[in-house]
């Protein structure tokens, strides 16, 4: 990862609106990192992840630019609702089960890449099995048989959701979690037993990807993949905690105080840095980087015990959004919720577009409703985007020719206008 604090920021830009103080942070603290890997070992076992925690209201981002981060230097990832630590008995699982979780998307990472790298080794091998169980399953049938023939129309894409029956894995049961490392019930037996296979009848798009899976695993070594998956998450991987806020007791000496106190002291050892335990072996949390997030309406940052505030020391305000960040998220994003509907209405034959003015009304909707009720952030233009959409997206079905379909100020203010809908969306949000 060689991309300075100012690329991050604009990768970051082209996906979220406003919030730079946020994003300048984490984009110091991502170059942090690249910066240690290049010192000597001595001095890189010293320098340990500044931890960040954000706090805004819902809605605004925060969540999204951990997110993004973690896509944009490909680190494994993690979100995690503190909340579900304050649940009686944690329902089987402990806070350890954080990092468990984020080795399970380490090995899925390295493994998916080191597929990819044998792909053009495994695809003539897969091809091959394809075509056998397509003869195969043609045998009864008036379909031709011809291997040759089959084989070329299988690579011009013409099977793909043809019914074949293949012979895969018989996946293994669910893991069980008992406080330590998971234990899967297949992998106890598979000690004892050989892998068993099962028939199974599936369109040829999904037997690909299942062969093409099994097929690359006998020419992975999985001990290195598992060494690789420690190491990237131990080093690159980003856990995010939010709504670290309501595991915060406000000073009363309540016995949930208490409770959410102890969620906290749990929380701490994994922040501060140990060992954990998990079925591909010991991970150190040591350099793992932790992002908090919450609203803190209730309780402040200062709430916190002492020694988990210690561990947070980059603290970061998210601002809540106006009219004209409304404006810009409905237009500017590379993922922009306009461009989502009119590509999602595009498969009926409807081209949609928004004009200036109905993207104003939109905002200043989304503005005036978060100020009179509850602020929900930029998730309120879902709730008026569907509502706006309604009737286009119902009457929608593709039968008919392509249509322009523009959306004005006009259309905007009718649409809200018969039930007073522009200021009672509360049934609508989710």
Do not use: W
């Amino acid at each position: 990862m060689e991309l300075s604090p100012k690329q991050i920021v604009s990768e970051l830009d082209k996906y979220i609106i406003g919030q730079d103080k946020a994003k300048r942070a984490v984009a110091i603290a991502l170059r942090n990192r690249y910066r240690r890997s290049k010192l000597p070992k001595e001095l890189r076992e010293e320098i340990t992840p500044k931890n960040i925690i954000m706090r805004g209201p819902t809605g605004v981002g925060k969540t999204e630019i951990a997110r993004r981060l973690a896509k944009l230097v490909k680190a494994p990832f993690i979100k995690i609702e503190a909340t579900k630590y304050t649940e009686v008995g944690y329902v089987g699982r402990d806070v350890e089960s954080m990092v468990r979780d984020l080795v399970e998307v380490s090995v899925r990472m390295v493994k998916d890449e080191k597929q990819h790298e044998v792909e053009n080794k495994v695809m003539p091998i897969v091809t091959s099995l394809l075509v056998d169980a397509i003869a195969s399953s043609r045998k009864d049938t008036t379909l031709s048989v011809d291997k040759a023939e089959i084989k070329a129309e299988l690579l011009d894409g013409k099977l793909e959701d043809e019914i074949v029956e293949v012979c895969v894995n018989d996946m293994p049961k669910p893991s069980l979690s008992l406080g330590g490392p998971e234990i899967s019930l297949g992998s106890v037996f598979d000690v004892i037993m050989p892998q068993r296979k099962k028939n199974k009848r599936m369109p040829v798009r999904n037997a690909r990807e299942i062969l093409l899976s099994e097929e690359s695993e006998k020419l992975i070594d999985l001990d290195n993949v598992n060494t690789e998956a420690i190491r990237r998450a131990e080093e690159e991987g980003i856990i995010f905690i939010d709504e670290i806020d309501k595991i915060i007791g406000v000073a009363n000496n309540n016995s949930q105080d208490v409770s959410r106190e102890g969620v906290q002291r749990d929380i701490l050892p994994i922040v501060e840095g140990c060992t954990v335990a998990t079925k591909y072996g010991n991970v150190k949390t040591d350099f793992i980087l932790f992002i908090a997030s919450g609203a803190f309406h209730v309780s402040k940052i200062e709430d916190m015990i002492p020694e988990l505030q210690g561990r947070f020391p980059i603290r970061v305000e998210l601002d809540s959004l106006t009219q004209e960040d409304f404006k810009k998220i409905l237009s500017q994003p590379k993922n922009a919720i306009t461009v989502q509907y009119a590509s999602l209405l595009k498969v009926d034959n409807i081209n949609l577009h928004f004009t200036d003015d109905a993207l104003d009304e939109i905002a200043l909707m989304a503005a005036t409703e978060n100020e009179s009720s509850e602020n929900i952030g930029a998730r309120r233009l879902h709730t008026i985007m569907e509502l706006l959409l309604e009737d286009i997206s119902f009457n929608a079905n593709g039968e008919h020719p392509m249509l322009d379909v523009t959306v004005d100020k006009k259309y905007v203010q009718n649409a809200f206008k018969e039930t007073k809908k522009k200021f009672d969306l509360k049934k609508y949000v989710l």
